[in-house]
Structures are given as C-alpha cells and as structure tokens.
T-cell receptor
Framework: DAGVTQSPTHLIKTRGQQVTLRCSPKSGHDTVSWYQQALGQGPQFIFQYYEEEERQRGNFPDRFSGHQFPNYSSELNVNALLLGDSALYLC????????????FGEGSWLTVV | GENVEQHPSTLSVQEGDSAVIKCTYSDSASNYFPWYKQELGKRPQLIIDIRSNVGEKKDQRIAVTLNKTAKHFSLHITETQPEDSAVYFCAALSNSGYALNFGKGTSLLVTP
C-alpha cells in the first residue's frame, strides 16, 4: 500500500523563477491538500483539491496555484519565487470530505536564493 | 478562521516520566483533532486522532482527551522514552472540513 509520495525531495531556485512540485496521494485517497511549513513553524494550509477542482484556499497569493489530475495526483506551482517562499512543502491526502484521517508525504524542501 | 494555540512550546522530561501537551481551538464547529509527531527533517507523522463524538482515546502509551465545552484537547505520553523526542503538533479541522489548522508545535526532549 503506497503512502503519499512527493517529488522532488529537494530543490534550489533563484528569485523570480517558477517551480512545480508533484504529489501522488495514498492509494484509495481522492483528496489532496498542500501545506507550507516554514522552519520552526507549523504547517500552513495552501489549498485543497478534490475532483480536479480547488475546493478551498488558505491565505496564500495567486502566485500559488495547483492542479489535480484524473488519477488524483496533484501539482503545486509557485510563480515569481520570493526568498520567503523557502520552506518545506507538504502534500497531504485523505478520502472525501469531513473528519477523515489525513496523511502527509515526506515533503519537498524548496530553497530560494 | 480557526485559531489553534498550543502549550508549552518546549518541554523537557526525564525518561519514564509523563508528558502533557495542551491545545485550545476557537471554532466550536471543529470536529476532528489529530496529533502529529515530526522528527527533524521529516514529515509530520500521525500518532493519534480524536473525533468530537468521544472524550478520550488511548493507544498504548499515548492518549488524547477532548473537552468540547472548553474547546481544548490534550496529548498525554506516559513512560516517555528518548525516541519520543521530537516536535509535536496539534491540529483542528476547520468547520469547512477541508483545512487542518495547526498549533505552533511543542519541542519535546526526553533525557535518559
């Protein structure tokens, strides 16, 4: 039973560049959420995708966008990177809506220089 | 929106002692409260969760209690071991059912 998988695990980008992060949810899960975790902080909700649509967005600018594919995998795109975007980006998967167990992937460490 | 406060921010205990971490939440509609353990450089790992229809849940040395009236929930770790050392996060599911709102974390150190 595959867990939540993310790629790449580490990457370094320059200010102003764009980045795409990828996630495959846990087998049997259909909902993908993205979180940003800055060093020393708790994860912050970016947005959630279900049935290929963005269902809810947290307090993040439009530079952050995403997509969900028919196989439930998802991408997170960040445009015009800022130094402050340096963080661990976590993908979380769950089944449907409501109080269902949420599992996190290992994350993608993004450093913006 | 939902606000989750977590205390203490750091906690140091001797091996074998108990550790308690407390969280409060603001949205009375929240109905799911997971706890995650995060080791340095790794992902948050779910260790226990509780739903609003129960007041307490145990899993071996770990227990969580929920007081919906007071809007607070707590993590209890008994017989602590050095490998319990990590950052622990509480979270509450927002009333929309979509977003987890996390506390700021508790850095637990268990000394032999």
């Amino acid at each position: 039973d595959a867990g939540v998988t993310q790629s790449p695990t580490h990457l370094i980008k320059t200010r102003g560049q764009q980045v795409t992060l990828r996630c495959s949810p846990k087998s049997g899960h259909d909902t993908v959420s993205w979180y940003q975790q800055a060093l020393g902080q708790g994860p912050q909700f970016i947005f959630q995708y279900y049935e290929e649509e963005e269902r809810q967005r947290g307090n993040f600018p439009d530079r952050f966008s995403g997509h969900q594919f028919p196989n439930y995998s998802s991408e997170l795109n960040v445009n015009a990177l800022l130094l402050g975007d340096s963080a661990l980006y976590l993908c979380a998967s769950s089944l449907g809506q409501g109080p269902n167990t949420i599992y996190f992937g290992e994350g993608s460490w993004l450093t913006v220089v | 929106g939902e606000n989750v406060e977590q205390h203490p921010s750091t906690l140091s205990v001797q091996e074998g002692d108990s550790a308690v971490i407390k969280c409060t939440y603001s949205d009375s509609a929240s109905n799911y409260f997971p706890w995650y353990k995060q080791e340095l450089g790794k992902r948050p790992q779910l260790i226990i969760d509780i739903r609003s229809n129960v007041g307490e849940k145990k899993d071996q040395r770990i227990a969580v209690t929920l007081n919906k009236t007071a809007k607070h929930f707590s993590l209890h770790i008994t017989e602590t071991q050095p490998e319990d050392s990590a950052v622990y996060f509480c979270a509450a599911l927002s009333n929309s059912g979509y977003a987890l709102n996390f506390g700021k974390g508790t850095s637990l150190l268990v000394t032999p």
